[in-house]
């Protein structure tokens, strides 16, 4: 992907903002979901990012994706992008996207790998060339590995009094 275009779609996202704000987060929470929440901090850029995801008990299916945070166009556009297409992925696909988006972020060559390369997301890629930056790209997916990979009890989650 060319630079110019790449950059573009990063500061498209990181002024966007899909997925921002957590207005309403929770509406649909039944005790049948799972919510999880993880606030995650990059201190060698200033990043930081939360995300709060609401997880079905049955098919693990990801039912809500919230996220805020600041910092960098990187972190930002990457958190964006993460909860643009999270809803509806189960954990299990959503953990294996991030995996993909991780060796994306550290390939040397900047090939996509198993993600399109007109993806939105090819735009991490190679950008752990710079290593300070790959920081900034891989923080939100950090932030929902831990949240995914978690097998304890929900955090929060039937804290909103009986249906
Ligand atoms: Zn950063």
Do not use: K
Request: a negative charge.
């Amino acid at each position: 992907m060319e630079q110019s275009l790449r950059e573009a779609i990063l500061v498209d996202y990181a002024r966007r903002r899909p997925g921002c704000g957590f207005d309403g987060a929770g509406s649909r929470v039944t005790d049948a979901t799972a919510v999880r929440s993880v606030h995650r901090r990059n201190p060698l850029c200033g990043d930081e990012v939360v995300l709060r995801l609401e997880v079905a008990a049955g098919d693990a299916t990801i039912t809500h994706l919230r996220w805020d945070g600041r910092g960098c166009i990187v972190s930002q556009a990457s958190a964006a992008m993460l909860a643009s297409r999270a809803e509806g992925m189960t954990a299990a696909q959503l953990q294996r996207l991030s995996r993909e988006v991780h060796e994306l972020i550290v390939d040397q060559s900047g090939a996509p790998g198993d993600i399109d390369e007109n993806d939105d997301l090819a735009t991490l890629a190679g950008i752990g060339r710079f290593p300070l930056r790959a920081r900034c790209a891989a923080l939100a997916w950090d932030a929902l590995d831990e949240a995914i990979g978690r097998d304890s009890a929900p955090v929060t989650g039937h804290d909103r009094g009986p249906e």
